[in-house]
């Protein structure tokens, strides 16, 4: 199945030029709250609102690691859970490294915890994580299991399509012709 995350211009422009800023040297992270369908035989996650982690949202902070405090995390879960909408979470690699856009296995490693917790959490919802680099993005989408990730097809910013570098999954994400 085919996945999209739908963005207007305006939020893909406030959500990456908070993850990337000028002069970047630690990881920062954001939240989308999406509403989710299947159109087409298409996963649609369609942004409707979003979240800006602050300093003061992290229990830790660098250049290569990010730890969400406990208070942003409930905070975040019981947004989603308020407004029935799916999570897709966001981070920032802001090097520049021919692999910087793609997730570290300490990313993948953090998935293997956090995933199965928002399923349990969110139940009935797909989850999503976009990792933000100056020379591009990669995404995954949790669609059956909180245990198989798959590549996201691509993100529609005002209907343009911008597609993920799929370099976490291999380099194919799957895109049917």
């Known amino acids: 199945m085919q996945s999209f995350i739908d963005l ?6 406030a ?14 992270a954001a939240f989308i709250f999406a509403g989710f369908e299947e159109v087409n035989q298409s996963l649609v996650l369609k942004a ?4 800006l982690v602050g300093q003061d949202g992290f229990k830790a902070q660098y250049d290569d690691y990010i730890e969400l405090s406990d208070e942003s995390r409930i905070s975040i879960i019981k947004k989603s859970h308020q407004t029935n909408t799916a999570l897709i979470e966001l981070h920032s690699h802001p090097f520049s490294s021919p692999w910087a ?24 919802r797909p989850y999503s994580a976009i990792v933000v680099s100056p020379s ?31 370099m976490t999954l291999g380099g194919k994400h799957g895109i049917s012709k």
């Open 101 to 124: 856009a793609a997730f570290s296995l300490a990313d993948m490693n953090g998935f293997e915890e956090t995933v199965p917790h928002m399923w349990w959490r969110l139940p009935g």
């Open 48 to 51: 409707q609102d979003y979240f």
């Open 15 to 28: 959500i990456w030029e908070h993850l990337l800023p000028e002069g970047a040297t630690r990881e920062s």
């Open 8 to 13: 207007t211009g305006r939020q893909y422009k």
């Open 136 to 166: 591009g993005f990669d995404s995954l989408v949790w669609l059956k299991d909180p245990h198989s990730p798959e590549s996201l097809t691509a993100l529609r910013v005002d209907g343009e399509m911008l597609k993920p570098t799929g």
